[in-house]
């Protein structure tokens, strides 16, 4: 690094070098933005299908076309004052033109004949078509789109066959469409320059303009331009039915803002505020509404849905879930870490988007910081910082942990270490990766297992005789157990059942999206796609890795170990005593209760609890490793462990654990200790989460973790919460989230929710606004920070 490279990466070595407050622009903004989530929005109205002389194009044209035509008309009106245009949600009027979550059928142009929509419905396919992907950021940044484009053009000779020749014409289809709403953009801040009053307005409505003339079709050439880029790409994506993350943001952008710097044509000021706008862009479409409000809902939500015998999920309905998400779209940054090569990634914009989100205080963009024992001090003092405002975020990764287990899993060394999250936490390699997940229930085998293959949950589908169908297989009679080894390999039966049923099903399922929902636009945007003349959808991409995480698996810890200790070593029940209590939902069974509960639980390093996690995790990961191997030539199926937000709904599907759980409660969060069990105290829980075998576990699964504010104050909790931070990494810790706040803080919340609309909380994968939550998750925060509800 040169003397002046030294000097421009040293201008902002941490929070105690950034300006005290936003620019009055951002200020502003700010205000408009968090004013305007109150507002109802109106829907657009979106163009309902594509020309019919286009209906005889292959399918992936067609899909092409829609994204074109929805583009084309897309509305263009700016934010005042902003200095990033495109949005999915206007100011004034509140015209919203873009979020699948609304409704895919009308908020996206229709590209199917009626034959292919029957076959669609039949099959249950959804059209919505790839989350949980990054897009390759730093090629578009690079390269532009046009580059792109010929690229594709290029490889247009070595189609071999019309599903070649189709899939490259429907991306120049949709790079095109991306180039066309560029302009059309940069033609309305040319309009808006000619009515601005105000000179320096205009000048800068004016360089926007110019911006889009040079980028996304060709390369960016400043920092300004690079996050325009981003953005536009990102809004279009989110727009389209694809609601991806943003990856190493940190990483593709340095080098335009080095770069400014280096010439003189941007001042760090400028680009504080630029990158401040640039968040506050992910918020736009931002809803805090009165019937989001937990008072406002009804709270006898319908939570049964079909449940097929196949089933491996224990989680049950929906409702709550989707509403608590309203304001979650993936929306993923993640900053620091190793860069390829093995240094360390940290510069000026990891500290910019990290305040960014401090000062914002909403909920997106998320953010996630990578730690190794090389990261700078300024970096985890700035993290701890954020930390206790308050918001769950951001949330920690080690990459000594990460790295060897995607290396493990043949991951290269370099693209390990490039490594991002998706719009949750999973672990992938961006631009380069097509992922997708599935989630199984440990303690639902249990469960299996103590009932025959059957659900305990009382609402249960039913069988023409009455009886509750058969999830799992009979493993036998639990009553004749004669040991601890006998669950065991009952319990290994149903694991091995069920993830067979998965690994089948996910090989099955491949190529289905690519049959009617394939995505040309992300596909040109993906390492490998245009190469090899395949969409993303028909494992185009250098990568394609298709999660298992294992749910609940904190309650599976311990309800084995309550079961040995207490049936087994020391007698005190019979198994087939833990059974019946079990479908008693404990009542008339308190004293037997009393004991499952007095037994060793997962979260206090308690060495031989620990060594069951460690069975289990070791069972869970040897299962799928051995019925995927067969299909790694198609797909790689790394494990995890995890809950994301949906803990409430997971309970809801499981009955009473041995435990001592009762039926229906919510299970931990994630790989965190069940709720009150890790009675040792937070240094416990770490041990004992970081001595599970994360080697194994390359998709992830995070350790939920909650401070009381008034525990870290000042300068010196700063500090305590660093050397927690640096304990973590120490020990060989994943992934861990931390939410500080103080109990007493969330009840006043659900009293006067008004005087706390700020308030946000981890939600497993993602953060939300405290008040606007369902009664169940506010008093489950509440739980997990250690309150007692009144």
């Not at 009055?24 to 979106?46: D, K, S």
């Not at 190529?511 to 490998?528: H, K, N, Q, V, W």
């Not at 919460?721 to 109990?743: I, S």
Request: net charge negative.
């Amino acid at each position: 690094m040169s003397v002046t490279q030294s000097r421009i990466a040293s201008t902002l070595t941490g929070f105690e070098d950034m300006p005290s407050r936003s620019s009055e622009r951002v200020e502003n903004l700010r205000q408009r933005v968090r004013a305007a989530m109150a507002v109802p929005p109106v829907i657009w109205e979106c163009p309902a299908r594509i020309d019919d002389r286009f209906m005889a194009e292959p399918l992936p044209v067609r899909k092409a076309r829609a994204i074109a035509l929805k583009l084309a008309q897309l509305p263009t009106a700016l934010w005042a004052g902003q200095l990033l245009a495109g949005s999915l949600t206007l100011e004034d009027p509140r015209l919203h033109s873009g979020d699948p979550r609304h409704n895919a059928a009308t908020d996206f142009p229709g590209y199917l004949t009626a034959s292919e929509e029957a076959e669609v419905k039949r099959r249950h396919i959804s059209l919505q078509c790839a989350g949980h992907i990054v897009p390759d950021y730093p090629v578009l940044l690079a390269q532009g789109l046009n580059g792109i484009r010929g690229r594709a053009e290029a490889q247009m000779q070595n189609a071999a066959n019309p599903a070649e020749a189709a899939f490259l014409r429907s991306t120049i289809v949709a790079l095109d469409g991306v180039n066309v709403l560029a302009e059309r953009l940069a033609a309305q801040c040319e309009t808006d320059a000619g009515q601005a009053g105000d000179t320096d307005r205009r000048a800068e409505l004016l360089q926007m303009a110019e911006n889009f003339r040079q980028s996304p079709a060709g390369p960016a050439g400043t920092f300004w331009q690079a996050l325009q880029s981003v953005w536009l790409l990102h809004m279009v994506f989110h727009s389209t039915m694809n609601r991806n993350a943003l990856g190493r943001a940190d990483q593709y952008l340095w080098p335009f803002l080095e770069a400014d710097l280096r010439e003189g044509r941007l001042e760090m000021l400028r680009a504080v505020e630029l990158v401040e706008c640039f968040c506050l862009k992910f918020n736009e479409r931002a809803r805090t509404l009165d019937e989001q409000r937990s008072e406002n809902r009804d709270m006898v939500e319908p939570e049964t849905r079909p449940v097929s015998s196949r089933r491996r999920s224990s989680q049950v309905g929906a409702d709550r879930d989707r509403i608590d998400a309203v304001n979650h779209w993936l929306q993923n940054i993640i900053i620091g870490g190793l860069t390829p090569d093995g240094g360390d990634g940290t510069n000026p914009v990891t500290h910019l988007l990290l305040r960014a989100y401090e000062r914002n205080q909403m909920t997106n963009p998320l953010v996630t910081v990578r730690l190794h024992s090389g990261t700078p001090d300024a970096l985890l003092t700035a993290t701890c910082e954020v930390l206790k405002a308050g918001g769950g975020m951001p949330a920690l990764f080690n990459d000594e942990i990460l790295v060897p287990a995607l290396e493990k899993m043949g991951i290269p060394c370099p693209d390990a270490r490039d490594y991002t999250n998706d719009g949750c936490w999973e672990v992938i390699i961006p631009g380069r990766t097509d992922f997708r997940f599935m989630r199984l229930s440990l303690l639902l085998c249990l469960e299996w297992v103590l009932n025959r293959g059957h659900s305990l949950v009382v609402d249960a589908p039913k069988g023409e005789a009455g009886t509750p169908l058969s999830h799992g297989v009979d493993t036998g009679d639990p009553a004749t157990f004669q040991s601890f080894e006998e669950l065991w390999k009952a319990f290994l039966r149903q694991l091995d059942a069920m993830a067979g049923r998965a690994v089948s099903d996910v090989v099955a399922s491949l190529d289905t999206r690519s049959e009617f929902a394939p995505t040309p636009l992300l596909s040109a945007l993906i390492d490998g796609t245009i190469e090899k003349r395949r969409d993303l959808t028909a494992g185009g991409a250098k990568f394609r890795t298709y999660a298992l995480i294992g749910e609940s698996g904190a309650h599976t810890i311990d309800s084995l170990a309550a079961i040995r200790s207490v049936c087994f070593e020391q007698g005190l029940a019979s198994l087939a005593e833990v059974r019946d209590a079990m479908r008693a939902n404990f009542v008339g069974h308190e004293s037997l209760r009393a004991k499952l509960l007095a037994g060793p639980k997962y979260g206090n390093d308690d060495p031989e609890t620990d060594a069951l996690g460690r069975a289990l995790v070791d069972a869970f990961t040897g299962t799928v490793r051995r019925h995927a191997a067969p299909h790694e030539d198609q797909v790689k199926c790394p494990c995890g462990m995890g809950t994301f937000s949906w803990y409430v709904g997971i309970g809801q599907g499981l009955g009473a654990s041995p435990d001592g759980r009762r039926s229906g409660e919510p299970v931990s969060s994630n790989f965190s200790p069940a709720l009150g069990r890790d009675v040792r105290g937070i240094p416990s829980a770490i041990l004992s989460y970081s001595g599970m075998p994360h080697i194994d576990l390359a998709a992830g699964g995070p350790l939920d973790l909650r401070l009381p504010r008034h525990f870290v104050p000042g300068a010196q909790g700063t500090e305590k919460m660093k050397a927690l931070v640096r304990g973590f990494v120490d020990a060989g810790g994943a992934m861990l989230t931390l939410t500080v706040a103080d109990t007493e803080e969330l009840l006043a919340a659900q009293q006067e929710p008004d005087h706390y609309r700020s308030l946000r909380v981890r939600m497993g994968g993602w953060c939300a606004f405290f008040t606007l939550l369902s009664l169940e998750q506010q008093d489950h925060q509440i739980r997990r920070q250690g309150g007692r509800l009144s």
